[in-house]
């Protein structure tokens, strides 16, 4: 049950993108582990075991999608912003100056930031509350590889990502996050 | 290239995940440049503090539910 307990928040999250209702996540989650049960002796440990896990989740979850006329446009679930820049363009110097697109004015250096205050329940509060409003594929993303350390390669494999897409999420949401970080730092100033 | 491309790219920098030229490329620009390097060390600091996130947890509900799903199969 170790696992279940440890890739079962995830599980739950990554079911919920593919179908309508938390009540469906539940029961993708059980088909799936059911499938793995039922698979188990079929693992070649060519991915590592909760990857292959995730892609039989992965693959219940769109197919009971897309019996629900759920079928989500990647855009919806990746974010719109995924060819924006992550950074305010007027921080940097325009095309008439001497040294275009560079820094105009040096970000705001939160180094000088209290560790105490940095590192501060307060501002995981607000990393955590970041994340529930980041499209649901770049928090799924940046939580499997930041907050659970997943490497980026098992990311891919599990939710059936190019490499590009996978990087450009996890740069999304990092970017994110860390503006929100910012700000919170900032406004103690 | 600018400081404006350069943040884009610190997150795959981070990752070691740039070509091996554009990797070099980064690292040349970021030990001249205060600016992309404030920006690199919020990143990495960003990431520290997602790894002191805690994870979620099933209801106890769900982990019953699972639970029943391993015994019927085990005994099924």
Same mark, same amino acid.
């Given at each position: 049950m170790?696992?279940?307990?440890?890739?079962?928040?995830?599980?739950?999250?990554?079911?919920?993108?593919?179908?309508?209702?938390?009540?469906?996540?539940?029961?993708?989650?059980?088909?799936?582990?059911?499938?793995?049960?039922?698979?188990?002796a079929?693992?070649?440990?060519r991915?590592?075991?909760?990857?292959?896990?995730?892609?039989?989740?992965?693959?219940?979850?769109?197919?009971?999608?897309?019996?629900?006329?759920?079928s989500?446009?990647?855009?919806?679930?990746?974010?719109?912003?995924?060819?924006?820049?992550?950074?305010?363009?007027?921080?940097?110097l325009g095309?008439?100056?001497?040294?275009?697109?560079?820094?105009?004015?040096?970000?705001?250096?939160?180094?000088g930031?209290?560790?105490?205050?940095?590192?501060?329940?307060?501002?995981?509060?607000?990393?955590?509350?970041?994340?529930?409003?980041?499209?649901?594929?770049?928090? /799924?993303?940046?939580?499997?590889?930041?907050?659970?350390?997943?490497?980026? /390669?098992?990311?891919?494999?599990?939710?059936?990502?190019?490499?590009?897409?996978?990087?450009v999420?996890?740069?999304?949401?990092?970017?994110?996050?860390?503006?929100?970080?910012?700000?919170?730092?900032?406004?103690?100033? | 290239?600018?400081?404006?491309?350069?943040?884009?790219?610190?997150?795959?920098?981070?990752?070691?995940?740039?070509?091996?030229?554009?990797?070099a490329?980064?690292?040349?620009?970021?030990?001249?440049?205060?600016?992309?390097?404030?920006?690199?060390?919020?990143?990495?600091?960003?990431?520290?503090?997602?790894?002191?996130?805690?994870?979620?947890?099933?209801?106890?509900?769900?982990?019953?539910t699972?639970?029943?799903?391993?015994?019927?199969?085990?005994?099924?």
């Open positions: 170790d696992l279940v307990e440890r890739l079962g928040p995830s599980m739950r999250r990554v079911a919920r993108m593919f179908v309508s209702t938390d009540a469906v996540a539940d029961e993708v989650v059980q088909d799936a582990w059911l499938g793995v049960l039922q698979g188990l079929k693992f070649e440990g991915s590592s075991l909760r990857t292959w896990i995730f892609r039989i989740l992965v693959n219940i979850a769109k197919t009971r999608g897309q019996r629900e006329g759920r989500l446009p990647f855009a919806t679930l990746a974010g719109d912003d995924l060819d924006q820049p992550s950074w305010d363009p007027s921080a940097f095309p008439d100056s001497d040294a275009p697109g560079h820094w105009s004015s040096l970000p705001f250096d939160w180094r930031v209290p560790e105490e205050r940095a590192e501060a329940a307060e501002t995981l509060r607000v990393i955590g509350a970041t994340l529930q409003d980041l499209p649901p594929m770049q928090a /799924e993303v940046l939580r499997l590889r930041d907050v659970l350390g997943w490497s980026s /390669e098992e990311i891919r494999n599990a939710l059936d990502l190019t490499d590009t897409n996978q990087r999420l996890l740069h999304r949401a990092r970017a994110k996050v860390r503006a929100a970080v910012e700000a919170h730092l900032r406004s103690g100033e | 290239m600018a400081c404006r491309d350069i943040v884009e790219m610190v997150s795959d920098y981070l990752d070691e995940a740039l070509p091996a030229e554009e990797q490329h980064v690292q040349a620009h970021l030990s001249t440049c205060d600016g992309c390097e404030t920006v690199l060390a919020q990143v990495r600091q960003t990431v520290h503090l997602l790894g002191r996130l805690e994870e979620e947890h099933l209801t106890d509900l769900q982990r019953e699972l639970r029943g799903v391993f015994h019927d199969h085990v005994n099924g």
